[in-house]
């Protein structure tokens, strides 16, 4: 079973202001993480994927990947209010796709 | 992104009754996808793993029974809720997986009610 914890929340931060969210996972065979963003009373949609150790930069989001400390983050620049939402990591790594994912952090951009 | 899409979006059905809910893959292929059921504030929970051309792999306390998974085609898998209780109304998301992308994409989600 592998374990995926994330930062616990609510994370609040101010409109233009950079949210920083991370995670660890446990089981170091994991291959794939991904960040979803999940609106509330929607499904998820995912923001971010990264595979290998580093930066990976896709406009306002950074993800960053570190397989040696096992820690997964995401940083969002110039939060905006449409940014408040549940941010769930997820990662993989069997042969059966299956994500296994965090608890979700909730962040709340005030305007 | 890929696009996958679920239906009907909502649903109301009485007690006893059957429900299917349709999840699509529309612009790739997908020999597996996912069912997951996420009740109000809680965490997602996969249900069973729906592979094409074969049986669905269920999730342990999932009823294989009561939770009908088909998936027919390389587009399309299905989850009929049978003989549906109150208990059974949720939030029901179904996700398909790219290969090439190796990403997983979710529909939209049905959000079941059962009266």
């Known amino acids: 079973q592998k374990e995926v914890e994330q930062n616990s929340g609510p994370l609040s931060v101010p409109e233009g202001a950079i949210a920083s969210l991370n995670c660890t996972y446990s089981d170091r065979g994991s291959q794939s993480f991904f960040w979803y963003r999940q609106y509330s009373g929607k499904s998820p949609e995912l923001i971010m994927s990264i595979y290998s150790n580093g930066d990976k930069e896709d406009g306002r989001f950074t993800a960053q990947l570190n397989k040696a400390s096992q820690y997964v983050s995401l940083l969002i620049r110039d939060s905006q209010p449409s940014d408040s939402a549940t941010y769930l990591c997820?990662?993989?790594?069997?042969?059966?796709?299956?994500?296994?994912f965090g608890a979700g952090t909730t962040v709340t951009v005030r305007a | 992104g890929a696009v996958v899409s679920q239906h009907p979006s909502r649903v109301i059905c009485k007690s006893g009754t059957s429900v299917k809910i349709e999840c699509r893959s529309l612009d790739f292929q997908a020999t597996t996808m996912f069912w997951y059921r996420q009740f109000p504030k809680q965490s997602l929970m996969l249900m069973a793993t729906?592979?094409?051309?074969?049986?669905?792999?269920?999730e342990q306390g999932v009823e294989k029974d009561k939770f009908l998974i088909n998936h027919a085609s390389l587009t399309l898998s299905t989850l009929t809720v049978t003989s549906a209780h109150p208990e059974d109304s949720s939030f029901y998301i179904c996700?398909?997986?790219?290969?090439?992308?190796?990403?997983?994409?979710f529909g939209p989600g049905t959000r079941l009610t059962v009266t």
């Open positions: 997820a990662v993989t790594g069997g042969n059966d796709y299956k994500l296994s």
């Open positions: 729906s592979n094409e051309g074969s049986k669905a792999t269920y």
């Open positions: 996700s398909a997986f790219r290969t090439q992308t190796d990403e997983q994409y």
